[in-house]
């Protein structure tokens, strides 16, 4: 499977989140991979630039749009949780 990008992570990454828990960007990436079945050579892909692998970059900018979009909230550095506005879209997604 190819790695996805960031517009198709944004929906698991709010169903992940939907727990309403604090969740750290590391711990989403390892997830969000999983839900997508990334292989090990996928999950280590680097971007051009060497210094971020690719699933990480993507599940970033996901994360960055959903909190532009009031979806999201961070709670300290590194870790974020879902708002309200977000667990109704969520329950949207989870709807079909």
């Known amino acids: 499977m190819a790695i996805p990008d960031y517009q ?6 709010l169903k992940l989140l939907s727990n309403k828990e604090e969740h750290s960007l590391k711990d989403c990436v390892s997830e969000i991979a999983k839900s997508f079945k990334l292989s090990e050579h996928e999950k280590g892909q680097l971007l051009p630039s060497g210094g971020q692998t690719v699933i990480h970059n993507r599940t970033a ?29 969520g329950y949207v997604g989870n709807m079909y």
Do not use: N
Request: no cysteine; net charge positive; hydrophobic share 45%.
């Open 61 to 89: 900018w996901a994360k960055t749009y959903l909190a532009k979009a009031g979806l999201l909230t961070s709670t300290r550095r590194g870790f974020f949780q879902i708002s309200g506005d977000g667990q109704k879209v």
């Open 8 to 13: 198709s992570i944004m929906l698991p990454l």
